[in-house]
């Protein structure tokens, strides 16, 4: 009996170990079950939802995390894109003439956006009004507005920084000829546009040479020189001076027939550079497509800011004339005054201009009586003198010309009293 009771005693010891190491086990099962899901928990991810777990962490590993994995915070302008983003910042550059807004949006290297069709807001007391750059030019533009202060606000477009604050401007309600600063923001290189669309000037004046040849033109009353181009294309300028040309007139540049653009010709510089070095007398011409003053007087700053005044021994000329583009159809006086706001305005920076136009449109399209103080460069060919009774300061008497350093004609100019 004592030998029964031990056994007995033995056995319920022998289950109570193997009890407990059951229940010790399923401690450990339960606690790894409960560690591996909590990660979902730590990676933003739900409990239920614990697929990719592993393809998750790899990224976590490579420093790319989830969207909402960090805690909100408040947003700055440094904070709207990641550290590492290419978006560049905008600024917005104002200005105005004539009861007109213009709204220049840049980089911050002063360079304009172009095709992005950025929206501003440009608030005037309370009325509030939206203005898109539908030409997609970095430049907006705002016409016909009241005399005033106004607030203009770059609304946000994707993929940029907009400026954290809104700028002022005060609108003119009377134009005034003066330069203005903004204008290398907006001034193109033949690179940016289509030439072959926008450089369409016609002086509609055409020259067989024959009288060239001749020697029948009457040069008598001045000085031979010559007005050149991107067309001329490179010009030996030691060669033409020493051929006995005395000056030369240089197209600066020209406003686009089709898009108003404003463009330098891509031969100035070197041929202002190369004039220059030679020795020449130097004047500079502007083919203007201006609609009003307020072009007009950008056309003029935008020659003020591309040729020192010191440069000019010559004036500057606005070259007015067919292009089959924006300006042809317009009226005679607002064409007149269009002339007049450009040679104002460079006038009073210290440029003396003149205007620059063939006999049928100093005759028909231009108010020429209105512009008898200032120079006038006529262009007439095929005749032994001019025809035209207006007053006249220079003659472009042929556009058959040859000059050594020069390939292919050349015009041909009488300087006569400028």
Same mark, same amino acid.
Do not use: C
């Given at each position: 009996?004592?030998?029964?009771?031990?056994?007995?005693?033995?056995?319920?010891?022998?289950?109570?170990?193997?009890?407990?190491?059951?229940?010790?086990?399923?401690?450990?099962?339960?606690?790894?079950?409960?560690?591996?899901?909590?990660?979902?928990?730590?990676?933003?991810?739900?409990?239920?939802?614990?697929?990719?777990?592993?393809?998750?962490?790899?990224?976590?590993?490579?420093?790319?995390?989830?969207?909402?994995?960090?805690?909100?915070?408040?947003?700055?302008?440094?904070?709207?894109?990641?550290? /590492?983003?290419? &978006?560049?910042?905008?600024?917005?550059? #104002?200005?105005?003439?004539?009861?007109?807004?213009?709204?220049?949006?840049?980089?911050?290297?002063?360079?304009?956006?172009?095709?992005?069709?950025?929206?501003?807001?440009?608030?005037?007391?309370?009325?509030?009004?939206?203005?898109?750059?539908?030409?997609?030019?970095?430049?907006?533009?705002?016409?016909?507005?009241?005399?005033?202060?106004?607030?203009?606000?770059?609304?946000?477009?994707?993929?940029?920084?907009?400026?954290?604050?809104?700028?002022?401007?005060?609108?003119?309600?009377?134009?005034?000829?003066?330069?203005?600063?903004?204008?290398?923001?907006?001034?193109?290189?033949? /690179?940016?546009?289509?030439?072959?669309?926008?450089?369409?000037?016609?002086?509609?004046?055409? /020259?067989?040479?024959?009288?060239?040849?001749?020697?029948?033109?009457? *040069?008598?009353?001045?000085?031979?020189?010559?007005?050149?181009?991107?067309?001329?294309?490179?010009?030996? &300028?030691?060669?033409?001076?020493?051929?006995?040309?005395?000056?030369?007139?240089?197209?600066?540049?020209?406003?686009?027939?089709?898009?108003?653009?404003?463009?330098?010709?891509?031969?100035?510089?070197?041929? #202002?550079?190369?004039?220059?070095?030679?020795? #020449?007398?130097?004047?500079?011409?502007?083919?203007?497509?201006?609609?009003?003053?307020?072009?007009?007087?950008?056309?003029?700053?935008?020659?003020?800011?591309?040729?020192?005044?010191?440069? *000019?021994?010559?004036?500057?000329?606005?070259?007015?004339?067919?292009?089959?583009?924006?300006?042809?159809?317009?009226?005679?006086?607002?064409?007149?005054?269009?002339?007049?706001?450009?040679?104002?305005? #460079?006038?009073?920076?210290?440029?003396?201009?003149?205007?620059?136009?063939?006999?049928?449109?100093?005759?028909?399209?231009?108010?020429?009586?209105?512009?008898?103080?200032?120079?006038? &460069?006529?262009?007439?060919?095929?005749?032994?003198?001019?025809?035209?009774?207006?007053?006249?300061?220079?003659?472009?008497?042929?556009?058959?010309?040859?000059?050594?350093?020069?390939?292919?004609?050349?015009?041909?100019?009488?300087?006569?009293?400028?």
């Amino acid at each position: 009996m004592g030998f029964k009771k031990f056994s007995i005693i033995a056995v319920a010891a022998a289950i109570l170990v193997v009890t407990a190491f059951f229940v010790l086990l399923l401690k450990v099962f339960d606690n790894a079950e409960h560690e591996e899901a909590a990660v979902p928990a730590v990676t933003g991810e739900s409990p239920e939802d614990t697929e990719g777990t592993e393809a998750y962490s790899g990224l976590v590993e490579a420093g790319i995390e989830k969207a909402g994995s960090a805690e909100p915070e408040t947003e700055t302008r440094e904070d709207r894109v990641p550290d /590492d983003s290419d &978006w560049p910042y905008l600024e917005v550059l #104002l200005s105005s003439v004539n009861r007109d807004i213009k709204v220049m949006i840049t980089d911050r290297k002063g360079n304009l956006i172009s095709g992005v069709p950025f929206r501003a807001e440009i608030t005037r007391g309370e009325r509030v009004t939206e203005y898109q750059d539908s030409d997609r030019d970095g430049v907006i533009t705002a016409a016909e507005l009241p005399g005033g202060k106004y607030t203009v606000h770059l609304l946000p477009e994707p993929g940029f920084i907009s400026p954290e604050n809104d700028s002022t401007v005060t609108v003119r309600s009377d134009i005034s000829y003066t330069t203005v600063d903004y204008i290398r923001t907006i001034i193109k290189t033949e /690179d940016e546009i289509d030439a072959e669309a926008e450089d369409t000037a016609d002086i509609e004046e055409e /020259d067989d040479g024959e009288l060239l040849e001749s020697g029948e033109i009457d *040069l008598k009353s001045g000085t031979i020189g010559i007005d050149v181009s991107k067309y001329n294309k490179d010009i030996d &300028w030691k060669k033409v001076k020493a051929s006995g040309i005395e000056y030369a007139v240089i197209r600066l540049g020209y406003r686009g027939s089709g898009t108003g653009a404003l463009i330098e010709d891509p031969y100035f510089e070197r041929n #202002l550079k190369g004039a220059k070095e030679a020795g #020449l007398k130097i004047g500079v011409y502007f083919f203007t497509q201006a609609l009003n003053e307020t072009e007009a007087v950008e056309e003029a700053s935008m020659v003020q800011s591309l040729v020192s005044r010191d440069d *000019l021994s010559l004036p500057v000329f606005l070259d007015v004339e067919s292009a089959g583009g924006r300006a042809d159809v317009m009226d005679k006086d607002v064409r007149t005054a269009n002339i007049r706001a450009f040679i104002e305005t #460079l006038e009073n920076a210290g440029y003396p201009a003149g205007v620059y136009a063939n006999k049928k449109w100093l005759t028909s399209y231009i108010n020429a009586e209105e512009l008898s103080g200032y120079p006038v &460069w006529l262009a007439q060919y095929k005749v032994k003198r001019p025809t035209y009774e207006g007053k006249y300061d220079a003659w472009q008497y042929s556009s058959r010309g040859h000059v050594d350093g020069i390939e292919g004609y050349v015009d041909l100019d009488l300087n006569i009293s400028l």
